[in-house]
C-alpha cells in the first residue's frame, strides 16, 4: 500500500458516498482515476474516447456500489469493472478490417523483413517498428483474446492477476491465451504469405 492509499480514507469515503454526499464522491473519484485511466489506456488501442469510458465505468461503478460486500479490496472490484467496460466497449466497435503486407508502415516492414529473412542486425527503430506491428496485428483479434494476450505477454501479469482483473477461471485464461496466439500466429503467417507472393 503507498502513501497515498494510506492517506486517504477509502471505508470513510465509501461510507459518505452511500450517504449520497457529493464531496466524498469526488474524492473518491479522485482516488481512484489513476487506476481507471491507466486501465484504459492499457485495454483500448485507439485511445478515442478515453474520457467518456473513464466516467461511463465510475457510473457503473457509483450504481453498483450496494453490491459491493467488502469480500475483495475495493479498488480490485473497481478494476473488475473497469476492465469488463473495456472488453465491452471494444466489442461494440466495429471490427477492423484485416490489414494486408501494403498496409505497413516502412518501419513495420522492415521489421518484419528482417523477421523473415532472419537478420540478426537490429536497427535504431526496429523495437519501436515491432511494437507497432505487434500491436496492429493484436488490434485483429477479438477484444477478449487481444485483452489477455495484453494482460500476459505485455503487461507480465500473472495468471492469478488476470484472473482477479477479470473474473475469469484460471483454465479459461490459459485456453483463451493459447487460441490467441495461435490466431495471432495465423494473422502474422498471412502477412508471411503475402510478402512472399
Known sequence: MDSADAAFDLVGCLARVRQRDQAAARELVEHLYPLVSRIVRAHLPRRVAEEDLAQDIFLKMFTRLAQYQGNVPFTHWVSRIAVTTCIDQLRAQKRRPEFRWADLSEGEAQVLDSVLS????????????????????????????????????????????????????????????????????????????QERS
Open 118 to 193: 532472419d537478420e540478426r542486425d537490429a536497427k535504431p527503430g526496429d523495437a519501436l517498428a515491432a511494437s507497432e506491428l505487434v500491436h496492429r496485428l493484436l488490434a485483429q483479434l477479438q477484444p477478449a483474446d487481444r485483452l489477455v494476450l495484453q494482460l500476459l505477454d505485455l503487461d507480465q501479469k500473472t495468471v492469478a492477476e488476470i484472473r482477479g482483473l477479470t473474473g475469469w477461471g484460471q483454465s479459461m485464461i490459459k485456453v483463451r491465451a493459447f487460441r490467441a496466439r495461435r490466431k495471432l500466429q495465423k494473422l502474422f503467417q498471412e502477412l508471411q504469405r
